[in-house]
């Protein structure tokens, strides 16, 4: 019996090295796609271009969607693991806000490329339908942490779900603006419409007078 044991280590960096291809297959992927169309562009080609065999591919994504919206997958793992990490005691949407900063960093490194990326998922008809449910499930993923960060109480649960459903629709706004302009950097445009929040909430109705009764009894 061999008494080596292997490293806890090794295979975080299998992992690694796994999401390194991925994200290069990606990149290959999205330059084909912007230079020849989506529906034009064949998994045998994103193979060749990247110097793979068409098996290699398919041990990494299932279809040439998945070479695209595995980027947002992976994102929505960081950005879950960062907002667990925040302080107990931040505020929600605070919490959030620092927890989104986990993905930008691929965002600032290469600008042009992920505008470019983005701009291709919202203007592709197939694609934005599944960045929209990717959305949707950050949205999910956000509510159930912080449900959990906020624990038991009346209107928890209400708040986690509200300050998840308002970050992710502050930051799409911040991603179309960035998208279309990118005279600044993403993480700006996020800090802007942050920093927009209170004056909305402040111009919103008050509460319906049924609402208002129920309140004072």
Known sequence: MDGRSKSPEQPNLRERKQRLLRLELGEVALNLFVERGFAETTIEDIAEAAGISRRTFFRYFETKEDVVLWRLRYSSEQIGDALEARPADEPPLLAVRKALDAVYEAYISDPEQNRSYLRFLLETPSLRAHFLDTREQWRALLARILAARLGAGR???????????????????ALRRWAEDG???????????????????????????????????
Request: glycine share 4%; charged share 20%.
């Open 155 to 173: 209107g928890k649960k209400e708040l986690a779900q509200l300050t998840a459903a308002v970050a992710i629709a502050a930051q799409d706004v």
């Open 183 to 217: 005279s600044q950097s993403l993480p700006e445009y996020v800090d802007e419409t942050f920093a927009a929040l209170p004056e909305v909430l402040a111009t919103s109705p008050g509460p319906s007078a049924p609402a208002a009764k129920r309140a004072r009894r």
